[in-house]
């Protein structure tokens, strides 16, 4: 068999869990290829909340600056009675930025142009999408993934290490594997539309007959465009018109009104509405990430963020194995990644449920900034340690003052793909440097002081103590002073320790090896595309 192509990783679809990884994979020099089956990017507004754990994401990978000008925050919503009058409100509570959680209100921005940011961070690293190629076949042993891609210019072979399926809800990679994807359909159809119209303004999200499922529609105006997205339940069965005219009509039938006319449509769709959640996230060396995991509702604007948050979860711990890292460490992505699809599956079906009676109102619980891996087979034990920070916890941010008086902030330091040790005024702990960690020491006379005591007020650290953070952001170990044994346990443990790849053998995977690429083993797994 010729094989085209020898790289490490290849990603099957490229929505924002598919870029997220690519992204990371990137920027740790880590050799892959994203593919997408479609042709071009895709046009709706769909995933249009940025949660704020996303947004510190974001912020790791150096986006949340264009995300933010992007789009903007959610308007209030306008609820209309039948008498023409309406009422206000928010959707959630505004609450303002803190020094250990500087993100705090969900953001609007299109899916497409979430996309759009990420592709232009993507190509700053040298990497792009390849559109119109699409993975019709593949094959695994125990030592890599063999691929079959068609796309114009015919077919290629290209064998990885690894192959990820991010090519979403109808997941090939995920129906390949017989993976079950378990769960019920949620007796709600809608449509989704985003549309130029004239006769409302775009300081609302204008919502009518909230509460009644035959006559319920919303309009709101999509931040950072023009247009407006509509949104109303539709009949269970059926042809739906999604034309303008089509859409023009469902809305004068709906609210009564003849002034909101709908000029052109831009992306349209009619869906069913699922929960359901993939058994495994892993096969050998193949995984599913974002919706072809999971499939969430739209209410409560989960789906997307923790599409997201799995490739974030996934990509540091590919680079470590290919960089030497022990194999198990594979096993914690569906381990602390599956647990969370699980809990927004209940949170966004309650919401939905809430939607129906009319509910509208979110919390703290859509934000996902209390998402953690306490229970994590990579995570320290805790036991015996009190406080309100434990390993596996979101570790929180803090500003900062250095010695030379500028002020920094505490995810200053974590930015960027390293592990992070913090040392609260440590003493004469020797922590050995270790390629891929970087090391700092809090407290007077070292190099960072606590400005305002918020560090120590958000970490609970006890003098001496040592605080690692996972690439991640989340904390892995918490150790006191004097036991760098238990530091050096959690080095190993992530590959730390480990001897990278060299470059050498890193620059064999960069481009094409036909005739002297090595054939895999075996056909333990085959499973082609038939449609």
């Known amino acids: 068999m010729k094989v085209d192509n020898v790289i490490e990783v290849l990603i099957c679809g490229a929505g924002a869990a598919g870029l997220t990884l690519a992204i990371d994979l990137a920027r740790r020099g880590v050799s892959f290829r994203l593919v997408e089956k479609m042709n071009q990017p ?34 209030r919503m306008r609820e209309y009675r039948d008498d023409g009058t309406f009422v206000e409100k928010d959707m959630g509570e505004r609450a303002e930025p803190t020094p250990t959680e500087p993100y705090q209100i969900a953001l609007m921005v299109p899916q497409f142009l979430t996309e759009k940011v990420m592709r232009e961070r993507l190509a700053e690293l040298g990497h792009h999408v390849e559109f119109g190629l699409e993975l019709v076949a593949f094959e695994q042993d125990e030592e890599s993934v063999t691929t079959w891609l068609a796309g114009p210019s015919g077919q290629e072979v290209v064998r990885c290490e690894y192959l990820i399926g991010a090519d979403g809800g109808r997941s090939f990679v995920r129906g390949s594997l017989g993976v079950d994807f378990p769960g019920k359909t949620l007796g709600v159809r809608a449509l989704v539309a985003d549309v130029s119209l004239s006769g409302l303004d775009r300081q609302a999200w204008h919502q009518f007959n909230s509460g009644d499922m035959q006559r319920m529609v919303s309009v709101c105006p999509l931040a950072g465009t023009e247009l407006f997205q509509i949104q109303a339940p539709i009949p269970p069965e059926g042809e739906v018109d999604l034309s303008a005219q089509g859409l023009q009509q469902m809305i004068t039938e709906k609210t009564g009104r003849s002034d909101i006319m709908v000029q052109s449509v831009s ?17 050998g060396r193949v995984f599913l990430v974002g919706d072809a995991a999971h499939t969430h509702p739209p209410t409560g604007g989960q789906g997307l963020n923790t599409s997201v948050q799995d490739a974030y979860n996934l990509g540091w711990k590919l680079a470590a194995v290919l960089g030497g890292a022990p194999y198990r460490l594979l096993d914690s992505y569906e381990e ?50 009190h406080g309100t920070l ?7 941010d803090a500003p900062l003052r250095g010695a030379a008086g500028y002020t920094r902030r505490l995810f200053d330091l974590f930015t960027g793909p390293h592990w992070t040790l913090v040392g609260y005024e440590t003493l004469g702990d020797v922590i050995k440097s270790q390629k891929g960690l970087r090391i700092h020491r809090i407290g007077r006379g070292r190099e960072l ?10 970490y609970g650290l006890a003098l001496g103590e040592w605080v690692l953070v996972r690439p991640d952001g989340y904390v892995a170990a918490i150790v006191a002073s004097g036991d760098t044994a238990k530091l050096q346990r959690a080095f190993d443990d992530v590959g730390l320790t480990t001897a990278n790849r060299s470059d050498s053998e ?21 499973r082609k595309r038939t449609d």
Do not use: C
């Open 390 to 396: 434990l390993a596996g916890d979101r570790a929180p």
């Open 267 to 283: 992306w349209a769709s009619a869906y069913t509405m699922n929960a359901r959640l993939a058994e495994r996230y892993r096969i």
């Open 506 to 526: 890193r620059l064999a995977y960069s481009s094409p090896s036909a005739s002297s690429a090595p054939r895999i083993r075996g056909d333990s797994f085959v």
């Open 42 to 75: 895709f046009a709706g507004s769909r995933g249009k909340g940025i949660q704020p754990r996303t947004q510190e994401v974001f912020e790791d990978l150096e986006i949340i600056d264009r995300i933010v000008a992007a789009g903007g925050i959610y308007p």
């Open 449 to 458: 002081e606590d400005e305002g005591a918020h560090f120590r007020h958000a």
């Open 336 to 385: 602390e990644r599956r647990p969370v699809a699980e809990a927004m599956l209940g949170l966004a079906t309650d919401l939905l449920e809430a939607a129906k009676r009319g509910g509208t109102q979110r919390g703290r619980e859509v934000r996902q900034l209390d998402i953690g891996y306490r229970a994590s087979s990579l995570i320290s034990d805790s036991s015996g340690r």
